[in-house]
């Protein structure tokens, strides 16, 4: 469970690395995280309150949305949070909730292999970052479909 020291007065750098299910106590092994995860970080004493900020860096195992290709990905997340100062004990504060949350919801909407993914060929399901595969992918809008009568 990761906490920090606190530094009453300054700052105090802080630095994590260990697999995702020893930071945080839980099994992240439908995730997809592989290795260690590495948190680096400091602790500033800003008046009434602790500003905790620093950076995730993890690698990930997922499979693109698009074309199915099986992927491995570097993430890094940056964070920063402010604490009460009451909620150091001993001048010591838990971030694990912190950075477990940030790990999460910095995850992506769609996991892709690439920006430009191409994905499937509708009609033969050839992935399309390899070549095209010559199919005729044209959908005529249903809407539409009265008027290709009229096509010579």
């Known amino acids: ?4 020291l606190t ?7 802080f ?17 997809g995280f592989v290795g260690d995860v590495h948190i680096t970080g400091e602790v500033a004493d800003v008046g009434k309150n602790f500003l905790v900020r620093g950076s ?6 997922f499979t693109c949305d698009r074309c199915l290709t099986q992927t491995t990905a570097e993430q890094v997340h940056d964070f920063a949070e402010e604490f009460d100062k009451s909620a150091a004990v001993d001048d010591v504060l838990d971030v694990t909730e ?12 769609k996991n892709l292999c ?7 060929c509708p009609v033969c399901g050839a992935n399309l970052n390899d070549g095209d595969c ?3 992918r044209f959908v005529a809008d249903p809407r539409l479909a009265a008027l290709m009568q009229f096509r010579e």
């Not at 630095?15 to 995730?31: P, Q, R, W």
């Not at 995730?56 to 195992?61: G, L």
């Not at 912190?98 to 909407?109: F, I, S, T, V």
Request: charged share 30%; proline share 5%.
């Open 1 to 4: 469970m990761p906490k920090v």
């Open 15 to 31: 630095e994590f690395s260990a697999t995702a299910e020893k930071l945080f106590g839980e099994d992240f092994s439908t995730d």
């Open 134 to 136: 010559g199919c005729d």
């Open 114 to 120: 690439k920006l430009d993914c191409r994905g499937l």
């Open 7 to 13: 530094a009453r007065g300054g700052n105090a750098p």
């Open 56 to 61: 995730i860096e993890c690698k990930k195992i």
């Open 98 to 109: 912190l950075l477990r949350d940030e790990l999460l919801a910095g995850q992506p909407m």
